[in-house]
C-alpha cells in the first residue's frame, strides 16, 4: 500500500511538472510570437536629416556676385574638379585662376553642359567677375563662339605703327595686349570722337571681340575716362575718410560710384573737418596712378542743438 501511493505520488509530480513546464514554453513562445508581430519604433537619431521632406530643403548655394563683369579668352592650361578651380592661358600673354562652381553655366554650341566637361586644353571665353579677392566664372563658352567682351583699366603701353594696346586691367594680375584697327572708334569722357595717341597711364574702358585664332582680342571702342594731368570736378558724400593715409572716399549719390582721392598736403587741415556723410566738392587732378584733391568745399551741416 505503502509502494502503491509512493508510485501515485510519483506519477503525479511528473505530470505536474510536465504541466508546468509546457505552460511555460507555450508562455515564451507566446511572448516570443507577439514581439516579433509588433517590434517597437526605432527613433531616428535626427528626424530633419533622415525624413526625405526635410531632405529637399538643404540651404541654396549663395547667389552670384554682383559685381562689375570682364571677358576673358584663352585655353585651359590646368583644372583641378576638387577645388572647383582653373588656370587660363590668356590669349594676349599670361596667365590667371579663376574660381567656378555649380552656379557657373557651361555654353557649348546651342546648349548647355556640365562643369565636369572641362579638360585641359579647351580653347575657353570665361564671363568672370570679383567674389571678394578672387576672380570667379559666372559661364564659360566653349568652341568658336565670339561673344563681344568689355574691360576697363590703365593703359601701359601703346604702339602706334603695331597698333598694339597694352592694358592693366583691375581683374588680372599682369597686363596683357590688345589689338586695334583702322575700324577702332576712340572716343573722350563725354563721347565725343577723338583722334589721339594712347598715352601712358590714361584710364579706359573698352568693348572687344577675341580673335578666333587665339592673338590678341580686337578692340571696337575705346572710352578715355581719364587722362594724366586732368581736373576733374567730383561731388557727391563723404563715404570714408582716412587721415593717417592721406586717403578720402566720395560716393555719388547719384549713381552709387565711388571716388579714390589722395589728399594733397594743401587739404589736409581742411580734411579735418569733414564727418561721414557730409555733401562735398572736390576738385582733383589725376595724375596718372591717382585722383589728387587740391580744394575741398564742404557743405555746412546744420547743429543738432539748433534744430
Do not use: C, W
Amino acid at each position: 500500500m505503502i509502494r502503491f501511493v509512493s508510485v501515485a505520488l510519483i506519477f503525479a509530480s511528473t505530470a505536474m511538472s510536465q504541466t508546468s513546464s509546457s505552460s511555460g514554453i507555450n508562455a515564451i513562445a507566446k511572448n516570443t510570437t507577439d514581439n516579433t508581430a509588433a517590434p517597437a519604433p526605432i527613433t531616428p537619431a535626427n528626424p530633419q536629416l533622415d525624413n526625405p521632406i526635410f531632405a529637399n530643403q538643404m540651404p541654396d548655394l549663395p547667389p552670384l556676385p554682383n559685381s562689375k563683369a570682364s571677358l576673358l579668352g584663352g585655353t585651359i592650361r590646368q583644372i583641378d574638379h576638387l577645388r572647383n578651380q582653373l588656370v587660363l592661358n590668356m590669349f594676349g600673354g599670361g596667365h590667371i585662376s579663376v574660381l567656378f562652381d555649380e552656379r557657373t553655366k557651361v555654353l557649348a554650341g546651342s546648349g548647355t553642359t556640365s562643369v565636369d566637361s572641362l579638360k585641359t586644353g579647351q580653347r575657353v571665353y570665361l564671363d568672370t567677375t570679383l567674389d571678394g579677392s578672387k576672380l570667379f566664372a559666372r559661364s564659360v563658352r566653349l568652341g568658336m563662339q565670339l561673344p563681344m567682351g568689355q574691360s576697363s583699366g590703365q593703359v601701359v603701353d601703346f604702339d602706334q605703327a603695331k597698333q598694339q594696346l597694352t592694358l592693366r586691367d583691375s581683374l588680372s594680375p599682369k597686363p596683357f595686349r590688345m589689338q586695334l584697327s583702322s575700324a577702332t572708334t576712340i572716343l573722350d569722357a563725354n563721347g565725343n570722337p577723338e583722334h589721339v595717341t594712347l598715352e601712358p597711364g590714361t584710364l579706359v574702358s573698352l568693348t572687344f571681340t577675341p580673335d578666333p585664332r587665339g592673338e590678341a582680342p580686337r578692340v571696337q571702342q575705346v572710352r578715355i575716362v581719364a587722362r594724366p594731368g586732368a581736373s576733374f570736378l567730383i561731388a557727391g558724400q563723404v563715404e570714408s575718410l582716412d587721415l593717417h593715409r592721406d586717403l578720402l572716399v566720395v560716393k555719388d549719390p547719384r549713381d552709387g560710384k565711388t571716388f579714390e582721392l589722395r589728399l594733397s598736403p594743401s587739404v589736409s587741415q581742411a580734411a579735418r573737418s569733414l564727418r561721414l556723410g557730409q555733401a562735398a566738392t572736390v576738385h582733383a587732378v589725376f595724375d596718372g596712378k591717382a585722383y589728387v584733391a587740391n580744394r575741398i568745399e564742404a557743405a555746412t551741416q546744420a547743429n543738432p542743438s539748433e534744430e
